[in-house]
């Protein structure tokens, strides 16, 4: 007869046996409802960075891809790219559109809905970034303290104009901050309403298991200098796509909004009225340790495509019984979603004393406000 250490080393050893064979199995992937090869998908912003990697990911596999851009050249490029890549020729819609532009956004519509009678997965990936400190935008520049003092980091001392007269912007440096400030809500912001209020409807009657992805930033969830005006739009939007997904709670669509950090590509480099102009940290000889944390292309999106392959339904928070068996206790797959995860928890201690000492600091330290080598 075996003795009680015996027994208790036992029954500790079928423990995880148990639980497997206990745990609820995960929902089935969005994937076997629609297969890759026949999903229906509309990029909104697929000429240049993420949109175009995207088009390149779906020609892959062999999707129906609409790509939408307003360099109509650039989306000829993108068509043909995704045509090597194995795609077909008549699967490739190419429109040349503005989102911002309410007649544009309807042909989109109207041109997806004629060829496959709707869509299944919508990607609003449009935007413009700023890269301007705000009042050296306007053309006014801070005494600040020593940049290279440790204390400067965390100093809340009073900063003043560098101009003698201490009156701030010229007219001249407001209407540059005007012009950039609205150059900037029409995309990032105005846009990615219209483009939700425009496929929505179409995208929740047609599809099997529609989905909605929206680009948006980790400026938009953490304060970020260097990033005033576009880390306020891109917040706008954000907060736009989270309003609209719990109003239309039951509608059947999959809502998703991805806030990546930095990633290795073009996009800062562009500005309010150029492909090229921009601030580029990564090109500066300001790196610190957040290099770690640059995004390659392929990394953001294989993010998204994992997290839309995902069940729309929602799962048991803890996947054994009795808890598994309690609707009240599932929850839906993540709506928004960080990278790298660690500006997830910065989100959520930039109110705390831990976002004042650390995460505030750091963001300085990252674009080069202080800590200059």
Not at 4 to 21: E, G, K, N, Q, V
Not at 153 to 168: H, K, M, Q
């Amino acid at each position: 007869m075996p003795s009680t250490s015996t027994s208790t080393l036992l029954a500790l050893l079928a423990i995880p046996l148990i639980l497997r064979l206990l745990k609820a199995k995960p929902l089935p992937l969005r994937e076997t409802v629609i297969l890759p090869s026949e999903e229906r998908v509309v990029l909104l912003g697929a000429s240049s960075g993420v949109g175009r990697d995207l088009a390149h990911a779906y020609a892959k596999r062999g999707a129906k891809v609409c790509i939408v851009a307003r360099r109509a050249d650039s989306l000829q490029e993108v068509k043909q790219e995704c045509i090597n890549l194995g795609a077909k020729e008549e699967r490739i819609i190419v429109v040349p559109a503005d989102i911002t532009n309410t007649d544009d956004l309807i042909q989109v519509r109207e041109t997806v809905k004629k060829a496959w009678s709707g869509l299944d997965t919508v990607h609003i990936l449009a935007g413009l970034p700023s890269t301007s400190v705000l009042l050296e935008l306007a053309g006014v520049k801070l005494n600040k303290q020593d940049q290279n003092s440790k204390s400067a980091s965390i100093s809340r001392a009073p900063l003043t104009y560098s101009n003698s007269s201490d009156i701030g912007p010229s007219k001249e440096g407001l209407d540059k901050v005007a012009f950039e400030a609205r150059a900037l809500s029409e995309v990032n912001y105005v846009g990615t309403i219209l483009s939700l209020t425009c496929f929505l409807p179409l995208l929740a009657s047609s599809s099997k298991s529609p989905a909605l992805h929206h680009l948006s930033s980790v400026a938009a969830t953490v304060p970020a200098p260097h990033r005033v005006i576009y880390a306020a739009t891109k917040s706008a939007g954000l907060m736009a796509i989270e309003s609209c997904r719990v109003e239309c709670e039951g509608c059947g669509v999959r809502f998703l909004s991805f806030c990546p950090g930095t990633i290795d590509n073009e996009f800062r480099l562009k500005t309010s009225t150029s492909q090229t102009g921009g601030r580029d940290e990564t090109k500066l000889p300001i790196k610190h340790k957040w290099e770690k944390l640059l995004l390659s292309p392929q990394n953001v999106i294989d993010i998204i495509l994992y997290n839309l392959s995902l069940s729309p339904k929602p799962q048991p928070l803890i996947p054994y019984p009795p808890f598994s068996w309690i609707k009240s206790m599932s929850i839906p797959p993540k709506h928004l979603v960080h990278a790298p995860w660690q500006y997830r928890l910065a989100m959520m201690v930039r109110d705390t004393p831990l976002g004042w000492l650390y995460v505030e600091p750091g963001a300085r330290r990252k674009y080069g406000l202080i800590g200059r080598p």
